[in-house]
């Protein structure tokens, strides 16, 4: 049976992912938004998970939160506040919010993972550490390298190319 | 752990099933971007919550990573949103029609 901490846990990251989605102000959606992205750390944390929930912190609520919420300050005002959305296909999308739900949420009750419990104890963080230096090395590289170049695409994509950007005249 | 797998695996069919209605209902650009991070989130507790009755750390690790690439998939997205913003003045996708045959 689930605890208090989560039900809380849950009201919060659905709730929130629900206004991230319908709140009218797109500043006020990436504010909720921080909401479900810390939410869902509080659940690694409850699943015995510090380090993975640090981490969620740290580069979505802390950097990915926050850079939207810059994306979204650049957006002209009158385009913050208006909702964009076909009405016809409103319906349409929440029936087929419902069909995923009820089916996916049917097939995992019926399922055997209602029966499966637990006696190990929770995995110390530094066996991660060792893992990604040892066994996940090149995996770890290559993330590194994937992260660079996407970032430097960013860079590139988002460059002005209307504008002199030479201040050596200055 | 008071708390069992089936529930946290009920949480994250509910995201999934959230972000789905995102991206089938918005046509804002930005939203749309808001509905893909739900969906990562719900994969990534998945992982965690799987990986929580294994007696390695693989689950973990693979989360991290996950969470990883998320990060350069944001980055690349936010950049795409600030591009077509400034070709079109618009995050409406039903005004980014250039490549459309």
């Avoid at chain 1, 015995?48 to 802390?62: C, E, I, K, S, T």
């Avoid at chain 1, 049917?106 to 499966?116: P, Q």
């Avoid at chain 1, 990604?132 to 290559?142: C, G, K, N, R, S």
């Avoid at chain 2, 719900?42 to 965690?48: D, E, K, R, Y």
């Amino acid at each position: 049976m689930a605890d208090a901490a989560f039900l809380a846990l849950t009201v919060i990251t659905i709730g929130s992912a629900i206004a991230a989605l319908e709140l009218r102000s797109l500043i006020y959606g990436s504010i909720a938004l921080m909401g479900t992205l810390g939410g869902i750390a509080g659940f690694f944390f409850l699943l015995d998970a510090p380090f993975v929930a640090l981490f969620q912190l740290a580069v979505y609520v802390g950097s990915i939160a926050v850079l939207i919420l810059f994306t979204v300050m650049l957006v002209k005002r009158e385009l913050i506040f208006k909702k964009i959305e076909d009405k016809r296909r409103k319906f349409a999308g929440i029936g087929l919010m419902m069909v995923v739900m009820v089916a996916l949420g049917a097939v995992f009750l019926d399922s055997g993972i209602k029966t499966i419990t637990t006696d190990e104890p929770p995995v110390d963080f530094r066996d991660i550490g060792t893992d990604f230096v040892t066994y996940y090395w090149p995996a770890l590289i290559l993330m590194g390298l994937i992260l660079a170049g996407s970032v430097t695409g960013a860079l590139v994509l988002a460059k002005r190319e209307d504008v002199e950007n030479d201040q050596r005249t200055n | 752990m008071t708390n069992e797998l089936i529930d946290f695996t009920l949480v994250s069919v509910a995201l999934l099933g959230i972000g789905i209605y995102g991206l089938a209902v918005k046509r804002n650009f930005i939203r749309m971007l808001f509905a893909v991070e739900i969906i990562i989130n719900a994969a990534n507790l998945s992982l965690v919550a799987f990986g929580r009755f294994l007696p390695h750390s693989g689950g973990q690790t693979l989360a991290l990573f996950s969470i990883a690439i998320a990060a350069a998939e944001v980055a690349v997205g936010l950049s795409l949103i600030i591009v077509a913003y400034r070709m079109y003045q618009n995050v409406d996708i039903a005004d980014f029609r250039s490549l459309k045959g």
